[in-house]
């Protein structure tokens, strides 16, 4: 493991983490919209799957501005929450409880990118980087958006649940 000597460092070491997380995010985010028995949660898989495209894209802009390759390093963290995500599309159940269970574990992936974006942003501010800034937070209010998308997702959801265990 490479030795964080600078704030620079650690930023670096920030956006190969955060580029490792988005960029198996392009491949889990798929099989979660196919694993979606609801329409709007498909298509809010979707629409997540060409921001996180972007976020991938800002990230290798990001690098370029450190003069750095954001590749090298794996997402542990990312990789263990997917492999939660991929558990709830292996269960069994109720078309609707199921989309809940998928929402959680997209919910789990948003809060974990927005706690790296946050990072990665003290971390650009403290350099003085205000291009980087801008751009880490253009990716963090999409994941923050994502995040309230599921939110509203699985308040209809909810109430469909209820509806469906009171009939």
Do not use: W
């Amino acid at each position: 493991m490479a030795e964080k000597k600078t704030i620079n460092d650690l930023l670096q070491d920030e956006v190969k983490d955060l580029y490792s997380a988005e960029k198996q995010l392009t491949k889990a985010i798929p099989k979660m919209a196919r694993g979606s028995h609801d329409p709007s949660l498909k298509a809010a898989f979707a629409a997540h799957l060409k921001e996180t495209e972007g976020q991938v894209a800002r990230l290798e802009q990001i690098a370029g501005l450190l003069a750095m390759k954001p590749s090298g390093k794996k997402c542990e963290g990312m990789e263990g929450v997917i492999k939660e995500g991929a558990e709830a599309l292996s269960e069994q159940g109720e078309e609707t409880v199921l989309d809940l269970s998928l929402i959680g574990a997209g919910s789990r992936v948003e809060h974990y990118e927005m706690a790296g974006y946050m990072t990665a942003i003290s971390l650009a501010q403290s350099m003085g980087s205000t291009q980087i800034v801008t751009l880490l937070k253009q990716s963090l209010a999409e994941e923050e958006a994502a995040e309230q998308k599921l939110r509203k997702i699985a308040a209809v959801l909810l109430k469909t649940a209820r509806a469906a265990a009171a009939s």
